[in-house]
């Protein structure tokens, strides 16, 4: 753990934007110094806290079963829509989908009947949204406010033992609001499920069983239950994973019963959005890691191309082009290098910093022959330097140069959800004007670094300090699956372009030029009103009809 935050490159800008909440060494001090009287589960939530109090996307730690093995929810899913008050301390939050039906057919004759999609979040335990969010932040995490935010919807939602500790309490009161007016409270219980596989493996190098708190139940699937028993496993077991996918697609009518179109690359997919009038492309990209459809391993080439043959075919006649980023996640740095030279030329790709020390000494200095350009900056940078100096990421060469493609005004929507790949895509698009950032939230999620796992990549660049987790054969399962901790750093943070020369992304994102959030009847009208990409369209094509950019 020492190694991981010696080689952590964002602590100075975490002690700038959030002070000494967001610094782990206390807590790592205090589990080392108590290390032979702390239980299992003391160990595993200690460094957990340690870890999500940096508020940082890239690093982290996730949890080895048999903890990380449940999950709970409450089955009630919300959304942030556009509203009256402050975006940060005020913002409006309704109810987006139907209750899980699993959930809502066992608490039928409670409360749960009464929500209705559309209902608005009015308190949370008798806080604010920002008040419940500022109160567990260090457990939530999120490196801007925006991100922040994203991330407490999603924890109101549901928590992952993996990732955050699970609940004490047996349910959190909400207080909502009916469309018509009338204020009621839900007691949302916390409904729990685990995962078999991950059980067996884990309970297997486990000699103190009985001290789980949570009872569990021995099916070949996952058991769903509440935390106190409440109700009986079996009757939501069945339509676990199925269940979540009909209420997505339940969420996704909200794309005005468009279709968006699968490619070759998993996560990328492409529509023309009202094409008889406004005529706007639309890339959306869930996910940078260019994951082949076909062999399920990254082809960043193959996804570059792709997005190409969109603009060259399909695509080529339509008056503006939008690539949605709202759950862009990160991935790979080529591919978000790439995109934003297919519509103007000449860009200078992204650029990095790490720490200098003897961690990094033997993640850098030796390096193989991939990370050469970290390998020249170790030897470029003076000596006494905090920071190696500024250096592409990869060579430019192996980056890649290509050539305009699309001259028509185009835009990227992100959220607090846009992370690493996807801000370097964004960045490029702002710093060298190629077109509008608009976004449901103020910015992007400012988690602007290069982060590495423990396995396999730290290990494989740094031997020396890096060593495999405790029991990572016997947490492994047959079919590959792992149930150990893992582990994470960001050891290269990012820097900006032209117009933000040298500025960090890590902790300040994106800004949106544009914030636009969905409208109430865009959720309520089932898919029939898109309200954002109205608007947009009809902004870009705005854009088109001032004078041409340079490419």
Not at 7 to 34: C, D, T
Not at 230 to 239: D, E, N
Not at 417 to 446: K, L, P, R
Not at 512 to 532: A, C, H, K, M
Request: net charge positive; hydrophobic share 35%.
């Amino acid at each position: 753990m020492i190694q991981h935050v010696q080689a952590w490159v964002n602590f100075e800008s975490k002690m700038k934007h959030h002070g000494q909440e967001a610094n782990p060494y206390p807590a790592l001090e205090h589990i080392r110094n108590n290390i032979e009287t702390l239980t299992d589960k003391q160990l595993q939530l200690g460094l957990l806290d340690a870890f999500t109090r940096t508020r940082d996307a890239h690093t982290f730690m996730t949890l080895a079963g048999p903890y990380s093995c449940f999950y709970v929810t409450t089955g009630i899913f919300f959304q942030f829509i556009d509203g009256p008050g402050d975006m940060i301390k005020n913002p409006t939050i309704v109810v987006s989908k139907p209750v899980n039906r699993e959930i809502f057919d066992l608490l039928r004759n409670t409360a749960y009947s009464q929500i209705r999609v559309g209902d608005q979040l009015v308190s949370i335990n008798g806080l604010t949204f920002y008040q419940w969010k500022n109160k567990h932040r260090n457990v939530i995490g999120g490196s801007t406010e925006s991100h922040s935010q994203r991330l407490a919807l999603k924890y109101l939602t549901s928590r992952h033992g993996s990732h955050t500790p699970l609940p004490d309490e047996d349910s959190i009161k909400l207080k909502l609001k009916s469309r018509g007016g009338i204020i009621y409270e839900v007691d949302a219980l916390h409904m729990s499920k685990h995962r078999y596989s991950c059980w067996k493996y884990s309970i297997a190098v486990k000699s103190n069983s009985h001290a789980l708190s949570t009872t569990t139940v021995d099916d070949r699937t996952t058991s769903s239950q509440s935390t106190k028993s409440l109700v009986t496993p079996r009757h939501i077991r069945k339509r676990d994973q199925n269940s979540q996918y009909q209420d997505m697609g339940r969420l996704s009518k909200r794309d005005l019963w468009i279709t968006f179109y699968q490619t070759s690359i998993l996560g990328l997919s492409w529509t023309i959005w009202r094409p008889n009038d406004q005529n706007m492309g639309i890339i959306r990209l869930a996910s940078f890691s260019c994951t082949s459809r076909t062999t399920n391993t990254q082809n960043t080439l193959e996804a570059i191309l792709e997005v190409t043959r969109l603009l060259k075919t399909v695509l080529k006649n339509t008056n503006s082009i939008l690539i949605d980023v709202r759950e862009g996640g990160g991935g790979c740095p080529i591919f978000a290098n790439a995109i934003p030279q297919l519509f103007k030329s000449k860009l200078e790709p992204f650029q990095v910093k790490y720490l200098i020390n003897k961690v990094t000494s033997n993640m850098f200095a030796n390096s193989p022959e991939e990370l050469k350009s970290s390998r020249n900056a170790w030897s470029k940078t003076p000596a006494g330097s905090k920071y190696s100096v500024l250096h592409y990421i990869m060579d430019p060469k192996e980056l890649g140069t290509y050539n305009p493609i699309y001259d028509k005004p185009m835009g990227v929507f992100t959220s607090g959800n846009c992370v690493s790949a996807c801000e370097v895509m964004t960045e490029s698009v702002q710093s060298f004007g190629i077109g509008t950032v608009f976004g449901e939230d103020a910015t992007t999620a400012g988690a602007g670094a290069n982060g590495w796992d423990l396995d396999p990549h730290l290990i494989f660049y740094d031997p020396t300090d890096f060593k495999p987790m405790p029991f990572k054969k016997e947490l492994t399962s047959d079919t590959k699956e792992t149930f150990y901790n893992g582990m994470a750093v960001g050891h290269r943070a990012f820097v900006r372009n032209v117009n933000h020369k040298e500025h960090p992304i890590e902790d300040i994102g994106i800004v949106s030029d544009v914030v636009i959030r969905p409208r109430l009847e865009d959720i309520l009208s089932g898919g029939t009103i898109n309200s954002q990409y109205n608007y947009i369209a009809n902004y870009l094509i705005d854009a088109g009809n001032r004078p041409a950019k340079t490419v």
